[in-house]
């Protein structure tokens, strides 16, 4: 429990940071915002995603982690496009949401650089698809 709060505590460090040197509005950046919530949401995803895939990589794999390793992919593509369609309907370009998550990207260990790097590598594949996906269609009657 103690390793998960401090590497929450160590990304809310970080987020809050962005507050100071980002160039859009502090309020934006608040500690009570969805955009925290889905930052924090991306961070716990991915890290859970990649340690499967780190175990995944081993030449004896668990059945739990080939099992998990689906359900650890989808939430963490859904937890990708939650920030990425914040941030674009908030109007931010493609190439700073790349650069929000590449900086959450690099928070998380790299024990196994290659298979870290293979997620990294899915993560910005995501996050591009999801920025560029066509909105969904509004439904009728709102």
Do not use: C, H
Not at 83 to 112: D, F, N, Q
């Amino acid at each position: 429990m103690n390793g998960i709060v401090t590497k929450t505590r160590n990304l809310t460090d970080w987020y809050l940071s962005l507050s100071r040197g980002a160039r859009i509005a502090d309020r934006t950046w608040s500690a009570d915002t969805p955009l925290f919530s889905a930052v924090l949401a991306v961070y716990s995803a991915i890290d859970r995603y990649l340690l499967i895939r780190i175990d995944l990589a081993r030449e004896v794999s668990t059945a739990r982690s080939r099992r998990q390793a689906p359900v650890a992919e989808q939430v963490a593509r859904r937890a990708i496009n939650a920030v990425v369609t914040i941030l674009r309907t908030r109007g931010e370009g493609p190439e700073y949401v790349l650069v929000r998550l590449k900086e959450v990207l690099a928070t998380l260990p790299r024990s196994e650089y290659d298979t870290w790097q293979a997620v990294r590598e899915q993560v910005i594949r995501w996050a591009i698809e999801s920025y560029y996906a066509p909105d969904p269609p509004a439904e009728s009657g709102q």
